[in-house]
């Protein structure tokens, strides 16, 4: 079953970073939020980490966003435990 997650973003960052903060999701993007580039590199960038597709719900011209990760809660779950150790 799909999952929908909320997050924020930084774009023009030195590096692309997942953290938390505040207890949510907070994405780090090395492109700049123009012409779609950063809304591209987070749903590539999250595609790897998740192993599955994702897609922007609600947020593509703000830093809030709401996706959706066609993959299961456990296998996001699971993928940001080893991705933020």
Known sequence: MPVQLEISVVPNSRAFAIGR???KLKVWL?????RG???SELVTELSKVFGCGVRILRGATG???TLLADCDEKAVETALARFLK
């Open 21 to 23: 903060k505040d207890g």
């Open 30 to 34: 090395t492109e700049e939020a123009e």
């Open 63 to 65: 830093r809030r966003k």
């Open 37 to 39: 580039k950063a809304n």
